[in-house]
Nanobody
Framework: QVQLVESGGGLVQAGGSLRLSCAAS????????MGWFRQAPGKEREFVAAISWGGGNTYYADSVKGRFTISRDNAKNTVYLQMNSLKPEDTGVYYC?????????????????WGQGTQVTVPS
């Protein structure tokens, strides 16, 4: 079992920045492929970014590429999402998720463990 707790969400003006954190506890964090997803009201949950267990491979949705950066600190059992140049369309609940395998996946159905989510709001 893995427990995930997100933090760092909030309200920020367009063009601003936020850094989300996801603290993991439970089984060995460093073995897991980690991802960030988001869900806007009335929409399906969508992939945002993901990172391999060692941090050497990162993946991004086209909509956030060049603006968001995912990273992880295995010594702290934490994964981060640095979000810059935020836009109103980035508004939603952001979820951290872990995949109980080390292989890559961008599909939310392939992730076993989820945090409770943190709200990010960028007013238009």
């Amino acid at each position: 079992q893995v427990q995930l707790v997100e933090s760092g969400g909030g309200l920020v003006q367009a063009g601003g920045s936020l850094r989300l954190s996801c603290a993991a506890s439970g089984r060995t964090f460093s073995w897991y492929f980690m991802g960030w997803f988001r869900q806007a009201p009335g929409k399906e949950r969508e992939f945002v970014a993901a990172i391999s267990w060692g941090g050497g491979n990162t993946y991004y949705a086209d909509s956030v590429k060049g603006r968001f950066t995912i990273s992880r600190d295995n010594a702290k059992n934490t994964v981060y999402l640095q979000m810059n140049s935020l836009k109103p369309e980035d508004t939603g609940v952001y979820y951290c998720a872990s995949r109980s395998r080390s292989s890559a996946s961008l599909s939310p159905t392939d992730y076993s463990y989820w945090g409770q989510g943190t709200q990010v709001t960028v007013p238009s």
